[in-house]
């Protein structure tokens, strides 16, 4: 069962506040009408929820006398991680390739080419994570050298979004009603409430990828923490 918390924060971070309590109305000039006291403040609050999905970063590396040399011997280990990931039941819709590069090798001059290398890099999403570890090993048995690493996320990134965005507001306001209260005011209707872009952090773990492990990789999921923002505005009575 998905773990999914929600965080307010306690303290204001950014918060934007207008508070005016003039002695007296003040007049705009372009519309020759009093102007409305206000206090805008910003509320924010945290979704916590466990990842249900991780992406793990592949790849192979070779080196070859010649650029044709190093680009078959990659397609043929690519081949094998390839076949060891189906073996392993990773769909093909849940591989795409990320990254694919042939450059020269130098020698210690800098200018002689000594050979080529070539790199093949794919992206596995993995929807069951207790398979994140078993995934890992095969690739590597199979050959796969190369890695950036795994990412942790939320198939569904909108998970307990509504309610964060009630909790910020929430927050907001208890702010809005201590800055009031000490300008001797009280809040009103609520003029504006503008969201803010959630923060949807990237969480890696990289590991290294140079051999066939000799024990199961451990993985353990990190909680993911997304935050939402709102900006409100209230009138001031």
């Not at 999914?4 to 971070?13: R, T």
């Not at 009603?177 to 003029?191: K, M, Q, R, Y």
């Not at 000799?214 to 993911?224: G, K, M, Q, R």
Request: proline residues 5%; glycine residues 8%; hydrophobic residues 40%.
């Amino acid at each position: 069962m998905k773990r999914i918390g929600y965080v307010v924060a306690g303290v204001v971070l950014g918060a934007i506040v207008a508070l005016q309590l003039p002695s007296s109305a003040q007049v705009s000039p372009s519309s020759g009408t009093p102007s409305q006291r206000s206090v805008t403040v910003t509320g924010t609050a945290t979704i916590k929820a466990s990842p249900d999905e991780a992406v793990v970063s592949l790849g192979v590396q070779t080196q070859a006398n010649t650029a044709q040399g190093a680009l078959s011997d990659n397609a043929s280990k690519m081949t094998k991680v390839l076949a060891a990931l189906a073996d392993e039941g990773i769909a093909k819709a849940d591989i795409a390739t990320s990254y694919v590069s042939l450059s020269p090798t130098y020698g210690q001059n800098g200018q002689q080419i000594t050979g080529y290398q070539a790199q093949n890099e794919i992206d596995v999403t993995i929807h069951d994570l207790s398979k994140v570890g078993p995934v890992i090993d095969a690739a590597v048995g199979a050959g796969a050298n190369l890695s950036n690493g795994i990412t942790f996320q939320l198939s569904d990134q909108n998970q307990g979004e509504n309610q964060a965005l009630t909790d910020a507001v929430k927050n907001a306001r208890d702010k809005a009603e201590a800055l009031a209260a000490a300008g001797n005011a009280s809040l009103g209707d609520v003029l504006t409430i503008q969201e803010g872009t959630p923060v949807y952090p990237i969480t890696y773990d990289r590991f290294a990828a140079a051999g066939a492990a000799s024990a199961p990789t451990p993985i353990e999921p990190p909680t993911i923490q997304t935050q939402v923002t709102v900006t409100v505005t209230w009138a001031l009575s």
